[in-house]
């Protein structure tokens, strides 16, 4: 079961690095494609965010079993990206996100403290 995730965020484009924002995309979603392919993520989701003010503009969810998600975040592959992501985008973000049974855990264990 797909219960833990990933949000990969960011804020907006370095400015002047616009083309190499449109390559890493098209780049990025390669690899998730394939990563679902090959059955290491469940899925994955991008998210444009409208207008609002605030410092995260867009991300793309991806979902699916934690040591997996574990194995994906600690491969090179995915170490390069986040650098050049890094290097392209203001506030570029990865976080563990956290779904289903594992939320559910998260919460009964808030409520004990």
């Known amino acids: 079961m797909a219960d833990a995730g990933l949000l990969i ?15 890493l995309w098209g780049e990025m979603l390669q690899y998730l494609v394939r990563l679902h392919a090959e ?7 991008p998210v444009l965010l409208g207008a609002y003010g605030g410092s995260l503009n867009g991300f793309v969810l991806v979902r699916g079993v934690q040591d997996k998600l574990d194995d994906v975040r600690n491969s090179e ?36 403290v």
């Open 9 to 23: 965020g960011w804020n907006r484009v370095v400015p002047g690095r616009d083309p190499q924002a449109v390559e």
């Open 77 to 112: 592959e995915f170490l390069q990206l986040n650098i050049r992501a890094n290097k392209t985008l203001e506030g570029f973000l990865v976080v563990r996100a956290h779904f289903g049974s594992d939320a559910a855990r998260i919460l009964r264990l808030y409520g004990t």
């Open 39 to 45: 059955g290491h993520i469940a899925s994955f989701e």
